[in-house]
Structures are given as structure tokens and as C-alpha cells.
């Protein structure tokens, strides 16, 4: 909140309160409107969740600029209109990094927004696959299991998506790319003359350029992909530029070299544009789980759609699935290998002349060891890394297992994959619904007449939801559910419930570590003594705030008005709009 900020809102929102009768200047008052502002917030999202039955939490750790530990969570609800809503619980100071001290952060974040039963609500706990989070004996799920039973833990899918990548690719080439594309990153990176140099080059040559961009050290796909896309965009330029440092005498000689070595081998290159082809779906899919609510018949129409993605890129079995620039790339190198096959043995004589073959070409660079680099792709490449990915997701996304034996009756939300028959349709789910009815018994305080009941809703609830159309209105599941929560809940009370329960479960972290962006963004190295309720308070306002376009503070007015008595000016008189005017002892 700047002192720009401060003087538009009060111009926008309250020109003859706030700003005429709190008579001081914009940056001096700045923190305590910054103060009424979020608090203002805070008390809505009190009264938000005052009125919802479940929720779950997201929570992780990370180190400020101050070297302070900090605890994000993030609180899962369902809003009055019934659509799923994550935002903002708490950003808190941790005192032991352990499994206990996060409990107490956790419970003290909880006692601050007045939840203190929420332990009769909580169902599900979301964090990354660290021990200290999720250890099954000491972890901080086992410790709250210990006191909530029916509480699901569960492992980030962004984060099983990033382990699953690492440990398929591990010790393949991609590890050679993934080094090349590091020496290169930090080659222009730590040099800014370099990188000046290469866009000047880029201006001569008429070429666009990119700045090689950092693929390691970082916790999504896409990052990745964006690393290869850019060198391939940039490829001619970096080349022409790297082969300009190798012939000067500096320093740099060596390293521009051993670097241009790399980039002019034909299996180097043949290898990027294959995993360039292979990351594309796996950065889709971790875009679209990076989202800031993540639902369940999403989940598991996108894991679906991947799986069948791996599935045609096993079964290709030919190059006809490559992009166009690799078919290209691999039929000019078959041309030049049949080439120099020939004429080893002596075929390809014309008037005792031998016919030089064609060097194989890449955006006007020859590439060097192509025979080479052409057998180890057809080694090594395709079929072999797509079936360590597979593997490595069959093994991580198994909703067989006991961890995640609840997350699988999150089946039943999606309404697209439900059968079309009405017989087919009556059956659907009756499983599922009993189980977990099972399973949140505790949480539901419910006994066999209600799972029963549960059961007999459920298939009026699928026959409505069918007769009625819902389903065409509404193409989204969420859209479906909102729907049922807001119009048939008094209804329908029983299985509700149960879908309530299984739509909060949290399957993504990926809202948590934007905020860690946000965070840093906030508190900085000139900042680094920013106190940690003024931290939270102005990452609460920025991370969930409207903007100050849209923005009505017309409740924080209200709460600068009841916080305490204000005076306008050095005489001072009661400065609430409407109210009457109060005097002073010397009057």
C-alpha cells in the first residue's frame, strides 16, 4: 500500500470523510488505513466461513528475506452460493520448524480468525510430500489424524507431478539438456556485456532473440519448457555468438566452446525437439493444476487426457507423430547417413568422383556426429522415456492406495462421465457414496438411518440432476453442484453433505507458493524488518484484495469509524458522518 494507493482510494471512496476529517497526510496515515482495510477483510471472510459446515487448508513453509520461517495457509470453503473459494487464512512466524510447531502455528491461526471448533470441521489437509508435513508416524498430519480421524492428507498433484518427472528423466540425456541449458542460462546471466553482445548480434542478423531462461531450481513443468522453447527460438543467434567467444582470446574461450559443442551435435538437438514435443503435455497439465481452485472431476478429466497423450506417444512407433522441424531434422539426417553408407562401399561413384553428401543442417547450422547421434535417438528416445513417465504416474497418481482411498469417491462429481442409461445411471456412484459416507461418519455425526438416507438421495439426486437439464445449462460440474448446494440442500440434506465433504478436499498447493512470490514481493531486502502482522496484513490485501479500481471501502470506513473516537482538526469534534458533535471539557 503506497501513499499513491492511500490518496486514490480516499479520493475514489470517501472524499468528504476520510479525507477531509482525519486531517493528516496520506503517508502518515497510510499504515492505519492499510489496518482498517484488511481488517475489514478479515471480518468478512469470518462471516463467510461462520456459515459453512466443511473446509480444508493449504498449507506450506518458507524463509523471507529477514531469514525469518513463515507458514502459509490457506483455508478451502464453500461460499453461500456454493462454489468453491480459497483464499487468505493466515501467514505466521514458526518457531520450531517442527511437526509440533507447525501445529501449534496451524491451531494459533485458527484461534485468531475465532475457529476454535474446527476440529468438528476440517477435512482435509493439503502441503507438499515434505516428511515434516506428511510423515506417516510424526508428521503434521499424523499428529492432527491423532485428534481428527477422518482428516485426508494430501500430497500437492503439482508437486507428485514435478517428482515423477524427475525421477522418469533421471539419468536419461535430458540430464545432459537440462546441464546444457544451466551453463547457458548462467553464461548470460552473470555477464551483462554478454548478454548485450548476443541482442546486438540478434539486431545484425535480423533474428529475434530470447534470454536463455533458468529451467533448474524450479518447481513446475513449464518452467522447462519454456527454458527449451527459448533456446530453440534463439538457436542461430546463441550459436553465431557462442562460436564469436570461442575464436576471441579471453577467459570465456573454453567454457563458449565446450557449450558450442553441445548445441552443434545432432543428438543434442534431435533430443531438445523431442522433449520439447514430450513436456508440452505434462506443462499443460501442471499449468492447469496450478490454478487457484482445483476440483475433483478436473483432476481427473486432465489426468485422463494425459494418460491417453502418453498412450498415442507410445504407440506411434514411426516419426508421422513429430513435429514438423524434427521430421524434417531426422529425414535430412537419414538422407546423409544413406549418403556416407553408399559411399563406404563404393556406390556412389560418378566418373571416379565421389559425391559429398549433404551436411545435415539446423536453422542454417551443420550439425556434427550425425550417424551417431541418429542411432542413440532411435536407442534411446520415444518409447523408453514415455513408458518411465507412464510408470511413474501409474505408481504416483494411484487412487488404490489407502493414502488416497478417499480422494477416489471424488469420482462420482464428475456428471460428464455418468452413463446415459437410466439403469446404468441408477447404479452409478452407490458405491462410492456409501463409502464415504463410511468414512465421514464422525465428521457427518451420522448413524445408519442417515447413511441409508444418504443412499436414497443419491439416486433422486442423479435422476433430477438428469431430468431437469442441469447438466446442459451447466457443461461445468462445479457449476452443477453450486447449483444443488444453493437450491436443494434442505432437500436433499444427507448426501449434500457428503458432496460438500468430498468437493473441499484439496488436491493443489499451487495458489500457496504464488503467495510465497507474493510474499517476497512484499517484504524485500529494503524491507527485510517488516513485522509479521503488518506482512500478513498487506499479502493479504495484495494477494486477495480487488483492485484499488474496484474496490468499495465503504466497510473500511465503517471500521474507521468504530475502531475509536476521531476529532477533525486541533478543535476536534466528532468526526462520524451523521453523528452528533461532541464538545470538549473547555467548552
Keep these: ?30 499504515k492505519e488505513f492499510t489496518e482498517y482495510i484488511n481488517d475489514a477483510m478479515v471480518e468478512d471472510l469470518k462471516e463467510q466461513i461462520k456459515h459453512t459446515a466443511f473446509y480444508s487448508v493449504l498449507t506450506d513453509g518458507s524463509t523471507d528475506s529477514g531469514v525469518q520461517e513463515k507458514e502459509l495457509t490457506f483455508i478451502l470453503f464453500l461460499n453461500a452460493e456454493g462454489h468453491l473459494v ?68 494430501v500430497h500437492c498433484f503439482n508437486h507428485r507431478l514435478e517428482l515423477a518427472m524427475r525421477d522418469a528423466l533421471d539419468k536419461t540425456y535430458y540430464s545432459e539438456i537440462s546441464n546444457t541449458l544451466m551453463l547457458l542460462f548462467y553464461a548470460y546471466k552473470n555477464s551483462p556485456k554478454r548478454l548485450r553482445e548476443l541482442r546486438a548480434l540478434a539486431d545484425i542478423m535480423n533474428e529475434v532473440v530470447n534470454k536463455p531462461l533458468k529451467c533448474h531450481g524450479t518447481r513446475w513443468v513449464q518452467h522447462k519448457l519454456q527454458a527449451t522453447e527459448a533456446l530453440l527460438k534463439s538457436y542461430t543467434v546463441v550459436v553465431a555468438h557462442l562460436e564469436n567467444m570461442a575464436n ?24 531438445l525437439l523431442y522433449f520439447q514435443h514430450l513436456l508440452r503435455p505434462i506443462s499443460r497439465l501442471s499449468v492447469i493444476w496450478q490454478r487457484e481452485v482445483v476440483e475433483a472431476p478436473l483432476v481427473f478429466a486432465t489426468l485422463n487426457t494425459f494418460k491417453q497423450t502418453l498412450g498415442n506417444m507410445k504407440d506411434e512407433g514411426s516419426e508421422s507423430e513429430y513435429p514438423e522441424q524434427q521430421k524434417d531434422l531426422i529425414a535430412s539426417a537419414k538422407e546423409s547417413v544413406e549418403a556416407e553408407n553408399q559411399q563406404a562401399q563404393g556406390e556412389a561413384q560418378v566418373g571416379g568422383a565421389e559425391v559429398p553428401s549433404q551436411p545435415v543442417m539446423f536453422k542454417g547450422t551443420p550439425l556434427k556426429r550425425v550417424k551417431v547421434g541418429l542411432d542413440f535417438f532411435f536407442t534411446a528416445h520415444g518409447k523408453e522415456y514415455v513408458e518411465a513417465i507412464e510408470g511413474e504416474f501409474e505408481r504416483r497418481f494411484d487412487f488404490n492406495t489407502k493414502e488416497n482411498e478417499a480422494l477416489k469417491f471424488t469420482r462420482i462429481l464428475d456428471i460428464r462421465v455418468w452413463p446415459d442409461d437410466c439403469e446404468g445411471l441408477a447404479a452409478y456412484g452407490n458405491d462410492d457414496i456409501t463409502k464415504a459416507a463410511e468414512y465421514f461418519n464422525d ?16 439416486k433422486e439426486l442423479k435422476m433430477l440432476i438428469r431430468d431437469s437439464g442441469m447438466a446442459t445449462y451447466h457443461p461445468d460440474p462445479s457449476s452443477v453442484w453450486a447449483k444443488c448446494h444453493k437450491s436443494f440442500l434442505s432437500r436433499f440434506p444427507t448426501v449434500l453433505r457428503i458432496i460438500n465433504i468430498l468437493r473441499v478436499l484439496p488436491w493443489s498447493n499451487g495458489i500457496v507458493e504464488r503467495c510465497f512470490s507474493t510474499m517476497n514481493k512484499v517484504k524485500t531486502d529494503w524491507r527485510s524488518t517488516l513485522g509479521a502482522s503488518s506482512l500478513e496484513m498487506l499479502v493479504r490485501i495484495k494477494k486477495t484484495g480487488p483492485s484499488c479500481e474496484l474496490y468499495d471501502a465503504s466497510d473500511a470506513v465503517e471500521v474507521f469509524f468504530t475502531k475509536k473516537p476521531r476529532r477533525a482538526g486541533q478543535g476536534g469534534e466528532c468526526s462520524q458522518p451523521g453523528g452528533p458533535a461532541k464538545k470538549h471539557k473547555s467548552d
Design 1 to 30: 500500500m503506497t501513499e499513491q494507493h492511500t490518496r486514490a482510494l480516499q479520493l475514489k471512496n470517501s472524499p468528504s470523510t476520510i479525507a477531509e476529517v482525519y486531517r493528516t497526510t496520506p503517508i502518515d496515515g497510510c
Design 86 to 153: 480459497s483464499t487468505l487464512l493466515g501467514l505466521n512466524d514458526v518457531e520450531h520448524g517442527t511437526a509440533e510447531g507447525l501445529k501449534k502455528v496451524l491451531e494459533e491461526t485458527f484461534l485468531k480468525m475465532g475457529m476454535e471448533n474446527f476440529k468438528t470441521h476440517l477435512v482435509g489437509l493439503g502441503a507438499d510430500g515434505a516428511n515434516v508435513n506428511l510423515g506417516k508416524k510424526r508428521g503434521l498430519a499424523a499428529l492432527l489424524r491423532a485428534e481428527i480421524p477422518w482428516l485426508v492428507s
Design 248 to 271: 576471441d582470446k579471453t577467459h570465456d574461450r573454453a567454457k563458449a566452446k565446450g557449450i558450442l559443442d553441445k548445441l552443434n551435435n545432432f543428438k543434442f538437438v534431435s533430443h
Design 443 to 458: 465428521l457427518l455425526a451420522g448413524n445408519t438411518e442417515d447413511l441409508d438416507q444418504g443412499l436414497t438421495e443419491w
